[in-house]
């Protein structure tokens, strides 16, 4: 894993954020500036001839390949927002690589149906029969990163996952 | 900014991507994928909930092909002209793609080669799975079947069979089906190439494959055909007891070469009884006893059946026409 180059990308995630925040200034009301990337994790030889990995935008998702989705959420009053939570519906079409969601500080909730969110132990889902069952990854249409801190002003919350193109 | 929460994109990168796949029924090329997150969150008391950007990915094109043998080795006799396989031409892949189809006829491997008949290849157009006249000759370059995701065409291959060859002899003859946007290592991009101005990305197949099919010179083909007649005890032809039933078979031998050692065996159905000295070949009477020399014979065990010795045949043999009676017990 190549930590340097995804420490560039943030960073430049960070910047896109801000400069779009400084356009849209008196337009906008809110204080959360939310960001969505797709990006594509592909294969190369670096400088020491070692094999390692790197994202790139998404372009040739053919079926079969994964995109990462990153959710950025910047703060850009100078006021804390409290009880954030992110939501991203997974794209229709695609399914959620199992175990793939990260965000840091942040607990996350799966959903089914887009309004029931929970852990994924305590997800379930209705058979046709009437019957219930534990909920599968592939049931899963919607993700919320729920922070359990305020962003601060200034401060970004990242969330992250996989999805397979079906 | 937060360094706890940039651990969290670190992490994030864990595990590599899947290399694509060959997905039959995936997701069409040219769909747009269209993504928009969501926060929300409080500022005081006051509840502020908003979208974020929209990300469109739009489906690449994956080229992916599969050809197939639908044929059996066809068994031919030397000389035989307008000799057919036939092949199934199947896109794998998850657009609208055209595809060049090729023979080669001079593989390794065999005895023989085909000759590909002028011209060579039809497509299917009747879908009978056999050649007809409504058939549709293939040009290359004019008519390159242009096939949906998951969509085949039947390819017809018509070969003359050259002579003189020896009985089992085998010629082969290959079908190559090559995507027109392109055919490289699987991976290979061609920009710009793929349905609704997609990329195009060389699947599994590397975007074209093949299938090769075979012509075998048959042994000698016996085919036997079995009729029936019944003559009933009041001189009418219903199946009652006592009626009794004339069974003839006619074993009809096509196709080159010489089967030698031919015996033919009926058994002899239930609930009914043979009548004895009535097998007969060729119109000749043969004799029920197995010991002596004439090719007839009745086998009590384990079923029993009556047996003739044909002995050696060839097509110019002829048909052998053998009878026996029974009557219904």
């Known amino acids: 894993m190549n930590t340097a180059t995804v420490s560039k990308l943030v960073i430049g995630a960070l910047a896109l954020a801000a400069t779009s925040a400084v356009a849209a200034d008196g337009a906008r009301k809110g204080c959360v500036e939310l960001k969505t990337v797709a990006e594509q994790e592909v294969e190369y030889v ?42 991203n519906p997974i794209p229709a079409q695609m399914s959620y690589v199992p175990d793939s969601a990260v965000g840091a500080g942040a607990d996350i909730l799966f959903s089914t149906d887009g309004r029931q969110f929970a852990d994924p132990a305590a997800l379930r889902v209705s058979e046709a029969d009437g019957s219930a069952r534990a ?32 | ?66 050809v197939t043998l639908q044929s059996p080795a066809v068994p031919v006799s030397p000389g035989a002209t307008g000799q057919v396989l036939v092949y ?43 050649l007809t006249p409504a058939d549709t000759p293939y040009t290359p370059g004019s008519n390159d079947p242009s096939l949906a995701a998951d969509a085949f065409a039947t390819v017809l291959v018509v070969h003359s069979i050259p002579a003189p060859l020896a009985n089992g002899n085998r010629g082969r003859s290959l079908l190559r089906a090559a995507s027109l946007t392109g055919t490289g290592a699987p991976g290979t991009v061609f920009a710009g190439q793929g349905a609704a101005g997609t990329d195009a990305v060389a699947g599994n197949s590397g975007g074209d494959a093949d299938a090769t099919g075979e012509y075998v010179v048959a042994d000698l083909q016996l085919a036997a055909l079995k009729s029936a007649v019944v003559l009933d005890p009041f001189g009418g032809a219903r199946a009652v007891p006592g009626a009794r039933i004339t069974y003839q078979v006619v074993v009809t031998p096509t196709g080159s070469g010489t089967a030698s050692a031919i015996v033919f065996s009926d058994a002899i159905p239930a609930r009914t009884t043979y009548v004895p000295a009535s097998l007969r070949l060729n119109g000749a009477p043969l004799t029920d006893d197995a010991a002596d020399a004439d090719a007839g014979s009745l086998q009590a065990a ?8 044909l002995g050696t045949l060839t097509q110019s043999s002829g048909p052998q026409t053998i009878t026996f009676d029974v009557t219904i017990d």
């Open chain 2, 1 to 66: 900014m937060s360094r706890s929460l940039l651990a969290g994109a670190v992490l994030a990168l864990a595990g590599l991507m899947a290399a694509p796949m060959a997905s039959a029924a995936g997701a069409p090329a040219g769909l747009q994928i269209d993504n928009t997150a969501q926060v929300n969150y409080t500022l005081g008391a006051t509840s502020v909930s908003e979208p974020s950007n929209t990300v469109r990915i739009v489906v690449a094109e994956i080229v992916d092909v599969v």
């Open chain 2, 302 to 309: 384990p079923t029993r059946a009556v047996r003739v010795a």
């Open chain 1, 46 to 87: 670096d400088a020491l001839g070692q094999r390692a990995t790197r994202l790139v935008p998404a372009a040739k998702v053919v079926p079969g390949t994964q995109v990462v989705w990153t959710v950025t959420a910047s703060n850009i009053c100078d006021k804390p927002a409290d009880k954030v939570f992110i939501d």
């Open chain 2, 88 to 130: 199934r031409v199947t896109n794998t892949g998850n657009g609208l793609e055209p595809f060049r189809l090729t023979i080669d006829s001079a593989l390794g491997g065999d005895e023989f080669d085909p000759a590909p008949a002028a011209p060579a290849i039809y497509l299917d157009t009747d879908a009978s799975g056999t």
């Open chain 1, 135 to 166: 909920a599968r990854s592939s049931d899963y249409t919607h993700i919320r990163w729920s922070l359990r801190n305020p962003i601060g002003p200034g401060q970004v919350a990242v969330a992250r996952y996989r999805a397979a193109l079906k």
